[in-house]
């Protein structure tokens, strides 16, 4: 069953909050958050001299903190922000944890929301912090914080050999790795990125630089065998341990699975790939030649291209349909099965395909206002500020988060009446 299911799907819109409106004191508000569900807005605010809370709906949280900040929502809808009252720590919809630390930073959520983890600094060192327990080593540079889909596993890329402020060409001799629930593989190197978790959290891939000149990719602390003029960041197939990564020789990019190049460098940029959810097909954001960008399926580039930028690619949940952002001549549009949208936007934001594959919508900006749109046609009302849609389990209604006139507003509409 849809974690979506239980939500209120009947159709119309309702007020949900009037953002003028608050139980406590407030000077100012600062971003609005919606919840996954759009039963909520949050915002933190300011209360008073040195003093935030965080008003949810028209209700303040009792606790009064020194800051409040990056305050987001987790999958499963509970409210997360990063409170500081002489020390940090994270704060789950008004209950604080236990554990205080120096700096917090970077909340990061599991897929389903149940795990939270943040970026601990600490007395100049740095880590992880899942669910209010830091790790047990941390470590004098830490970045690329990673938390797996199921929430068990946390890696970083974390520097593990000492370097001294006059020792400038140590770190030829390789001073970074990655550190796996704190754990660092017993390798080093000069370079080291994006940690990546396979699907049951067993494996850890990442990108490194093993010499100046030379990179590949690292699989539990064991280097592919083979080395190329660069890398971008691994991905593990759904099903398989194997890992797929954009790889660069002579000049050109290409796409290599453990090692073995499977599309040949004939690109001027590859990245960002991505299977399909069986994991029959791969995807990648492509430049076939200088200038124009597209996207690839299994090595072969689409037809349709533009000119600026391509970003935020997704599979439907079928596996049959691709969706990306395209920017050409400075508009956004939305493209799919290789066509694009015929309305162009100032902004375009993450496509979202419906659970049954047919439908794909996006939150998008024209002079201004936002609105949803859905395969190419706009809802018919403009918000001063609207958040990505949601379908509805069956694909066939849409749920719209949207701020107007100072009211947060939830509506529901049936798809088929925004296509016509």
């Not at 120096?102 to 669910?131: P, R």
């Not at 990019?253 to 590859?270: C, E, H, N, R, T």
């Amino acid at each position: 069953m849809s974690e979506y299911s239980a939500w209120d799907w009947g159709i119309g819109s309702r007020t949900v909050a009037d953002l003028s409106e608050c139980d406590c004191d407030v000077e100012w508000r600062e971003e609005n958050q919606a919840s996954p569900d759009g039963e909520q807005v949050a915002a933190v605010v300011k209360t008073g001299d040195g003093e935030f809370s965080v008003c949810v709906n028209n209700t303040c949280w009792e606790p009064r903190y020194e800051r409040i900040w990056y305050l987001r929502y987790s999958p499963d809808g509970r409210l997360a922000g990063l409170a500081c009252d002489g020390d940090w720590t994270m704060c789950v919809d008004g209950e604080p944890w236990e554990e205080t630390y120096g700096f917090l930073f970077n909340t990061l959520f599991s897929k389903d929301g149940s795990t939270i983890a943040c970026c601990v600094a600490d007395s100049m060192t740095y880590g992880m912090v899942v669910e209010g327990v830091a790790w047990e080593n941390l470590y004098p540079n830490a970045n690329n914080f990673e938390l797996s889909a199921d929430g068990k596993r946390s890696a970083a890329v974390v520097q593990t050999v000492p370097l001294g402020q006059a020792e400038v060409f140590k770190f030829k001799e390789g001073i970074y790795s990655v550190a796996v629930d704190g754990t660092p593989w017993d390798v080093s190197f000069v370079n080291a990125w994006t940690p990546r978790f396979n699907a049951d959290s067993s494996s850890v891939a990442a990108q490194v630089r093993h010499t100046l000149f030379d990179y590949t990719i690292v699989v539990d602390g064991k280097p592919w065998a083979e080395s190329f003029n660069q890398v971008w960041e691994p991905l593990f197939h759904p099903t398989k341990n194997s890992v797929a990564a954009p790889v660069r020789l002579a000049g050109k990019w290409g796409m290599a699975l453990d090692g073995k190049v499977i599309w040949q460098p004939s690109f001027f940029q590859v990245w960002q790939q991505q299977f399909s959810p069986s994991g029959d097909k791969l995807a990648a954001i492509v430049c076939p030649k200088y200038g124009y960008w597209t996207l690839a399926v299994d090595g072969t580039p689409w037809n349709t291209t533009f000119g600026d930028m391509v970003m935020d690619m997704t599979f439907s949940p079928d596996g049959k349909r691709l969706a990306a952002l395209g920017k050409r001549d400075g508009k956004w549009t939305v493209f799919s099965d290789d066509k694009a949208w015929n309305s162009n936007y100032d902004m375009c934001y993450a496509p979202v395909f419906s659970p049954d594959s047919n439908h794909v919508a996006a939150r998008v900006e024209k002079k201004g206002r936002f609105t949803i749109a859905v395969d190419g046609k706009e809802y018919g009302q403009g918000f001063d500020q609207c958040f990505d849609p949601t379908f509805s389990p069956d694909g066939s209604r849409i749920l719209i988060r949207a701020i107007v006139d100072g009211k947060y507003q939830r509506i529901v509409e049936s798809v088929a009446k925004i296509i016509g």
